[in-house]
């Protein structure tokens, strides 16, 4: 029986369309500077929010409305529900999802017991695959929910609990391979401190290289050749997150030679958390070649906490397309909505209107963005701001011809310098909206 008998295939129909269960401006079939949306866009839907979300805050219990769900933890109810998932990711018309290993299947009470139910729901999720052809983008492991992680996995002051965690993230990974995961992501979950008298900080980032170390020897013994990722966000749970931003993620894996092997699975409601913006997260890691996926999701600029509500914003969605193109496209990674619907928006069919909405929203941010390249405006702007550059002293100090005490000769020569290139940030603002 489907659990979403009044939805058929979400159609595109275009900007002027009134129905609300069609896309506006996602057209999977279009083509985008030489390649389809679908190809470009990659869109994945996240198990956690969209299928285990009971909308529970602080302040009350879940008040999501989800008929197919029986509320038990029954490995029946998770496979009915794995089936339920893929008749929302084939009606939406998305190509991939991603889940954590407790998010898919319940937790029994002994790692053995965890490990057959994730087996059990791994096969009908596989045979969903396989029927639908829908992909897994990439899987992860819970190591933040269970009280055994309280102090975190990897960086636990309890070795007992990183070791658990490596069994855990062990499975996981096997899964994920069986299953044909384009990727494995590392969220820092519990990882981080909450008081620095407590914590021996230099100890628990050794342990968490030597973990990330372990799960790179394990891919390569069982043969998965998926792409790792470290996901950023720097509080919550933890008051300090070891892998807070873009910048502190790259510093921690080239510390620890991990660089190779990781790249920074981004996303934009961690961003803000850090006082960045997405778009600067998403400079940081392209320019380090490490730029690999974003979990696509939005904060409230009132709200100081991650939120994750459904990307609507075209001025983001356009900052994050522009640089997934100047970067050269995604390869294993993709806009994964790791995002939920609000607590107030309980009824199945609110899933349907959020991701349609953010799929619309990025889809309009690759338009413009590509708009953007390909007139070439802003770009020729950036250049001529960096004209001096181009020749004469500037081009002589980029080839290294250059020194202190020969640039000191220089100037002591000439006395003073005369400013030239205005920063012109309000002409690019108001080029920026020609094209929004
Ligand atoms: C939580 C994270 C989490 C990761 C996957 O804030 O965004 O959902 O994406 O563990
Ligand atoms: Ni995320
Ligand atoms: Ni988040």
Known sequence: MAAFPDVSKIPFEGPDSRNPLAFRYYDANEVVVGKTMRDHLRFSVVYWHTFR???????????????????????????????????????????YYAFHDRDVAPEGRSLSESNANLDAVAKVLKEEQQRSGVKLLWGTANLFSNPRYMHGAATSCNADAFAYGAAQVKKAMEVTHELGGEGYTFWGGREGYQCLWNT?????????????????????????????????????????????????????????????HLKLNLETNHATLAGHTMHHEMEVAGAAGALGSIDANTGDLLLGWDTDQFPTDIYLTTQCMLAVLKYGGFTTGGVNFDA????????????????????????????????????????????????????????????????????????????EITPNASGRQELFENVVNQYV
């Open 340 to 415: 939920k619907v609000r607590r107030e928006s309980f009824e199945p069919i609110d899933l349907f209107y959020a991701h349609i909405g953010g799929m619309d929203a990025f889809a309009r941010g690759l338009k413009i963005a590509a708009a953007m390249i390909a007139d070439g405006r802003l770009a020729g702007m950036v250049q001529d701001r960096y004209a001096s550059w181009d020749e004469g002293l500037g081009a002589a100090i980029e080839a290294g011809q250059h020194d202190f005490k020969s640039l000191e000769k220089l100037m002591l020569d000439r006395g």
């Open 200 to 260: 021996d900080m230099q100890r628990e980032q050794e342990h968490l290289a030597k973990f990330l170390h372990m799960a790179v020897d394990y891919a390569k013994e069982i043969g998965f050749t998926g792409q790792f990722y470290i996901e950023p966000k720097p509080k919550e749970p933890t008051k300090h997150q070891y892998d807070s931003d873009a910048a502190a993620c790259l510093n921690f894996l080239r510390q620890y030679d991990l660089l190779p």
């Open 53 to 95: 979300g009971t909308g529970a805050d602080p302040f009350g219990p879940g008040t999501m409305q989800r008929p197919w769900d029986d509320g038990s933890e029954s490995v029946e109810n998770a496979q009915n529900r794995a089936r339920v998932a893929f008749e929302f990711f084939e009606k939406l018309g998305a190509p």
